[in-house]
């Protein structure tokens, strides 16, 4: 496997594991803080949404401080101030009920150390993996975020009911401590750069250098930004928004069968995070409407499976047929998204990484919810319709295949690889 699992590497590996773990644990634990302490669905919903919005607001300037500084002080610092900002929410917790002002803040001070921790491991894989192992590293990575997502709401849930918010904090400080010190011993190349009018200053043209390459550096990168962009807004909130709404509400699942459907989800996207080396070895960049095609042609058997006539059958056809597609669907889904990001990590000098990743999150992190938006009302208008909101997503993403034929079949084969032309160029002589 060459230098894929090599020491720095696993130890990136573990420490974002216990990291992610750790703010996902937390961050459900508060959420359910918030439910308990207002009652309210509306108040909850804007705490959370307010809360979020440090972490779209400053990904690019986090993608721009992770070229900036080293990779691993970086990734050190920002557990110990997650570590740091939990353990001041335990000692005032110890005094009595929180304020649901500063569980607002708090919530908002770890999505702003997402938004810097998160493009920072993404500009340090191709670091520590070589070029040929780069989609395994990138698929591990992602699966890791897959395995949070699992693992947090089940932990957060089953330890919230039993020892309560208390312990359930002192678990997440222990998690953000020990990956601090996991991070310690890695070592990232890093070339400090000057900074000769000031940090912020310095950083704001990052920022905008960050902007420049991806939108005219090298034309690769902007057309997987705006691919991503438009699938997280027209294909996948569908997911996100339609799965549960029809475990609950169309199959009228029971409170085990909907932990089981949305645990389906979620181990789907383990898989194609963690097999993505192997199934992206046939895709190709000029060739980046196959794999959405396959993705719109599974959405139809799920679409099928919630019409009258399967649901007339009974639950299980309905579920089995829904989930089985649903999981291959989502497989292609996250083996895609490695891929892309593959392609963008080759195609970006590296001091330039963590300033473009930070725009692709910053994009990706819009446009999601502008989607659920959309197909929150689109399930609720079609409630006795589901099928209709299904099939919606195969047409756009059917749609955004036909559009990717288009934009990646002109690619030249050279913006594919490592070829950084137009800015790049210029950033190498220093402009």
Known sequence: MGRLFSKDFSLLVAGQLVSVVGSAIVRFALDLYVLDVTGRADVFALVLALSSLPGIVFTPVGGAI????????LMVGLDAASA??????I????????PLLLVGIVLALLSLVASMYQPTVQASVPALASEANLAQANGLVAGIGAVAALVGPVLGGVLYGLVGIDALLAVSFAAFACSAAFELFMRIPFTKRPASRGIVVTLADDVRQGLRFAR????????????????????????VIGVPYVLRFTLHSSDL????????TELATIVGALGAGRITRRFKVTA????????????????????PAVLSLGYWPAFVLFFGFEMAAIIVATAMSVFAITEIQKAIPNDLLGKVMGVLLAGSQIAAPIGQMLYGLAFETFSGAVWI????????????GAAARTIFR?????????????LADQHRQGV
């Open 257 to 264: 069968m909907y932990g089981i459907g949305l645990g389906c």
């Open 389 to 400: 909101p299904l099939l919606l997503v195969t047409a756009f993403a059917a749609l955004i």
């Open 410 to 422: 002109s690619t030249p084969k050279k913006e594919s690889g490592h070829d950084t032309s137009g």
């Open 66 to 73: 992770a070229d900036r500084f080293s990779k691993r002080n």
């Open 91 to 98: 000692g005032v917790m110890a005094a009595g009920r929180a």
């Open 216 to 239: 005219c550096g090298n034309p690769l990168v902007m057309r997987i930004i705006l691919l991503a962009c438009a699938l997280n807004m027209l294909a996948v909130p569908a997911f």
């Open 288 to 307: 980046m409407n196959r794999p959405i095609w396959l993705f719109a042609l599974l959405t139809i058997p799920m679409a099928l499976a919630v019409t």
């Open 84 to 89: 740091v900002v939990v353990a001041a929410l």
